[in-house]
T-cell receptor
Framework: KAGVTQTPRYLIKTRGQQVTLSCSPISGHRSVSWYQQTPGQGLQFLFEYFSETQRNKGNFPGRFSGRQFSNSRSEMNVSTLELGDSALYLC??????????????FGPGTRLLVL | EDKVVQSPLSLVVHEGDTVTLNCSYEVTNFRSLLWYKQEKKAPTFLFMLTSSGIEKKSGRLSSILDKKELSSILNITATQTGDSAIYLCAVGRGGSGNTGKLIFGQGTTLQVKP
């Protein structure tokens, strides 16, 4: 089974721009979670999508948004980029049924650098 | 506030040594504790521990969950240079409002010298 894939792998943007990152979950997985990883804060939860609905959201400003498509692929968008948004963005997928917490499998991440 | 704390933050050992990594947590409605290994980019899943599965083992790696002490340990025996990585501990909470969210510790950076 193919793992979680993320595109692009690397991205350089300037302040004020916006960016869209993509995540394709493991086949059959319906839940996609997004995390931001920085040296200072570690891994922090952004949001989770299940059946095209955002089910949970972390403590990030509204500039961070996402969506999920009918094939479970997910995108996250960051508008009006700030220098502090430079990070590794990881997506994780899980099968998840009935509200149970299932094991999350991570993709390789997108390294975003904001100049 | 939910908290996951790992110790030590970094560790240097020599090949063949045995290491023990610690993870303690303070969360409401605990459901599961997961260990991941992160080498270059993607954290790789190692173990998930829950009330119904408090001990897991795979090769040289093993992990135990102590629900009374709200902690877990990850043991690696006969370490190899390929074990050099950041080891992440994460906790999942129960309840419909907590789905899809793992709370991560800071990680333990393990370096294994030849």
């Amino acid at each position: 089974k193919a793992g979680v894939t993320q595109t692009p792998r690397y991205l350089i943007k300037t302040r004020g721009q916006q960016v869209t990152l993509s995540c394709s979950p493991i086949s059959g997985h319906r839940s996609v979670s997004w995390y931001q990883q920085t040296p200072g804060q570690g891994l922090q939860f952004l949001f989770e999508y299940f059946s095209e609905t955002q089910r949970n959201k972390g403590n990030f400003p509204g500039r961070f948004s996402g969506r999920q498509f009918s094939n479970s692929r997910s995108e996250m968008n960051v508008s009006t980029l700030e220098l502090g948004d430079s990070a590794l963005y990881l997506c994780a997928s899980s099968f998840r049924t009935g509200g149970l917490q299932e094991t999350q499998y991570f993709g390789p991440g997108t390294r975003l650098l904001v100049l | 506030e939910d908290k996951v704390v790992q110790s030590p933050l970094s560790l240097v050992v020599h090949e063949g040594d045995t290491v023990t990594l610690n993870c303690s947590y303070e969360v409401t409605n605990f459901r599961s504790l997961l260990w991941y290994k992160q080498e270059k980019k993607a954290p790789t899943f190692l173990f998930m521990l829950t009330s119904s599965g408090i001990e897991k083992k795979s090769g040289r790696l093993s992990s135990i969950l102590d629900k009374k002490e709200l902690s877990s340990i990850l043991n690696i025996t006969a370490t190899q240079t390929g074990d050099s990585a950041i080891y992440l501990c994460a906790v999942g909470r129960g309840g419909s409002g907590n789905t899809g969210k793992l709370i991560f510790g800071q990680g333990t950076t393990l370096q294994v010298k030849p």
